[in-house]
């Protein structure tokens, strides 16, 4: 697969089993994830790479006992479970801004930190795993912000789910970029 190809064809995938990367695809992935756009190389990111059995169980114990301690029910309980389990190798992606003589936006970093959480998906795929970018309220919760040892300043952007995929994922999608692009 070419890289204009991996850009255009990339898709996220929920159907993820093992096998997960090994160590050298995985050391492979973090790397590109260093490559992103970083100004003022403030390298404001870091990630937390979670595949071993032992970790993948802290994990996922966590997501539980944070529904359980909010009493947020059975059904985000399932789901909890349910993300989980979606793939045998998790990294989270954390935006850690830094601050120096010359500060850079916040906002910017956030953005580098971004840009790092999508190499990976690229990474991954490039080496043949298929994987998606989890959001929404896991990212949030107080237990794994602390399992991750978040400081206050501190965002966790997304948790990349990697694993090989169990179903073809859809065409690419192709769409008319003349509905949003001006062109001067």
């Known amino acids: 697969m070419d890289s204009l190809e991996l850009l255009t064809a990339r898709r ?24 992103v756009p970083d100004h003022g190389n403030l390298k404001p ?75 990976i998906q690229l990474a991954a795929q490039a080496q043949g795993f298929d994987n998606v970018w989890i959001t929404g309220m896991w990212v949030h919760i107080p237990l794994l912000r602390e399992a991750f040892n978040c400081n206050e300043n501190e965002k966790i952007i997304g948790l990349m789910m990697i694993g090989t995929g169990q179903c073809a994922v859809q065409n ?5 970029v003349n509905e949003f692009t001006a062109y001067w």
């Open 45 to 119: 990111w870091r990630f937390v790479a979670i595949h071993s059995e032992e970790g993948l169980q802290r994990f996922r114990q966590i997501l539980c006992d944070q529904v359980i301690q909010n009493n947020m029910g059975e059904e985000a309980l399932n789901k909890a479970k349910r993300v989980g389990n979606l793939a045998p190798m998790v990294i989270a992606v954390i935006a850690s801004p830094q601050t120096s003589e010359k500060p850079k936006p916040e906002w910017e970093q956030h953005m580098s930190a971004a840009c790092a959480a999508y190499a």
């Open 12 to 35: 996220s995938n929920k159907n993820l089993t093992a096998p997960a990367p090994d160590e050298l695809q995985l050391d492979s992935i973090l790397q590109a994830a260093t490559q």
């Open 172 to 176: 690419p999608k192709n769409i008319d």
